[in-house]
């Protein structure tokens, strides 16, 4: 009998949720952050400094006020700059590596090596300066950026005091790095992308755990209860989310005007019900990568075994969008232009959809193209107008208003999947989802 007992419960353990075992130590997290990034310095950076004529670069924080790009720099055991932290990016030609130094007090991981000795230059900002001289760059890339916050992240003060200790010689080849500082924080290398379908579907594990008899019984539970379950979940298995889960429901009565919602109103508590589309919008951070995920479910009512066919036909809708999307990336097309010709095959095909899919990587809203905002269907300025480069990942992000006759009025097919542009093609991360998740999920050996 004691046997038994130890079996079932290890039995239970396995059934809970399989990727309880999936997600790293801390410990190992940390290895693989640090190894990706001793290899993005060693391939990407020598890379996009060659591609944007930019031979030194500057990136300079003090403690808890972070330039967005220093964050994916710092070694994994670094949680924030430390007193003022500067590191020099050097390439003296086009054959030549990247020398890769700190300014300051310590060593900045293994890869940034200590070039500031306060017993023999006490000005941290003098020291910076003889390191600039020695070396003589051509130009001097420093984060300022009126299009992307990512690569605006020198402050007020830190460049003031780089003027007031700057020759006026050097000073004239002070120049925004913003072309380098996209490119760095969008191009993902072969090691990011073999784990990235791996991040993804844990995403996905969690969203269809959520969105199932687990967690939720119709008629008793609410959307704020499942939101909430979410938070939780994620804590629980030592991951992260940079924005808070929204699930909101559709239905076929006409008090619902769910699909009238702008998207800067947060949908209203509502007690989930047979009958309703439930819509998540969800997303994690694991290993500095993020998520965006947005997917649907349905609730069967008391007589029903499958999602109806007005609501499976309405999907369909969505993926054909999600089709003409992703069949209009091209490379050096800018964002604006991708979403231009998407929107001209969307209208020929008679689909009645809104376009705002984004970069994804070290942020969930991440630096890159634009391709359409939901309230902006035309020109976005700045971002929209940044070219599409290989090896970059997208939440391709939109949603299909589709009328239903079932129910007097349209439901809106709302998704998002992570994708990678490898040059050629769009590939999603982890597939997307093309059929409902139903609750209760059905059991093949139910039968009448």
Do not use: C
């Not at 005007?257 to 209203?268: C, G, V, Y």
Request: aromatic share 8%; net charge negative.
């Amino acid at each position: 009998m004691k046997r038994l007992f130890q079996i079932i419960l290890l039995l239970l353990s396995v059934s809970t949720f399989a990727q309880d075992l999936a997600v790293l130590s801390q410990k190992k997290q940390s290895e693989v952050i640090d190894q990706w990034l001793g290899e993005r310095l060693e391939t990407v950076m020598p890379e996009l400094m060659d591609r944007t004529g930019i031979d030194m670069w500057l990136v300079i924080s003090r403690e808890y006020n972070e330039d967005p790009i220093i964050k994916t720099l710092l070694p994994s055991t670094w949680l924030a700059a430390r007193r003022r932290t500067i590191l020099l990016m050097y390439k003296a030609g086009p054959q030549a590596q990247v020398e890769k130094l700190a300014v300051a007090r310590y060593d900045v991981g293994t890869k940034f090596k200590k070039a500031w000795n306060p017993e023999e230059q006490p000005n941290q900002w003098k020291r910076l300066v003889e390191l600039i001289k020695e070396r003589n760059p051509e130009n001097i890339g420093i984060n300022l950026s009126k299009d992307f916050g990512h690569a605006d992240g020198l402050n007020h003060t830190e460049y003031e005091l780089l003027l007031d200790n700057l020759p006026a010689s050097f000073q004239k080849k002070l120049t925004s790095a913003e072309d380098l500082a996209v490119g760095w924080l969008e191009t993902r290398t072969a090691s990011e992308m073999a784990t990235y379908k791996h991040i993804q579907s844990i995403a996905h594990d969690i969203i269809q755990e959520g969105l199932s008899e687990e967690v939720i019984t119709p008629g008793v539970t609410s959307t704020t209860d499942v939101v909430w379950w979410y938070r939780d979940r994620i804590k629980e298995l030592g991951l992260e989310t940079w924005f808070h889960p929204t699930v909101d429901i559709q239905r076929s009565s006409a008090e619902s005007k769910e699909h009238l919602r702008t998207f800067d109103n947060h949908p209203k508590p509502e007690i989930i019900r047979p009958g309703d589309v439930l819509h998540i919008d969800f997303g994690i951070t694991y290993l500095r990568l993020n998520t965006d995920t947005q997917q649907l479910a349905y609730v069967l009512k008391a007589d029903e075994k499958e999602v109806p066919q007005y609501l499976v036909d309405a999907l369909s809708v969505g993926n054909r969008l999600q089709d003409i999307l992703t069949t209009n990336f091209k490379t050096g097309r800018t964002g604006n232009e991708i979403l231009k010709a998407a929107r001209t095959q969307m209208k020929a095909e008679g689909i009645n959809g809104t376009i705002y899919t984004h970069p994804m990587g070290y942020h969930g809203h991440a630096a890159g193209p634009t391709i359409g905002m939901w309230d902006n269907q035309g020109k976005v300025p700045g971002s929209g107008e940044y070219q599409l480069y290989t090896n970059t990942v997208y939440a391709i992000e939109l949603n299909a208003e589709v009328y239903l006759e079932e129910w007097q009025k349209p439901v809106r097919i709302m998704l998002e999947e992570g994708a990678h542009y490898d040059g050629d093609k769009v590939v999603y991360l982890n597939g997307r989802q093309k059929e409902f998740l139903t609750i209760p999920r059905q059991k093949s050996y139910l039968n009448e």
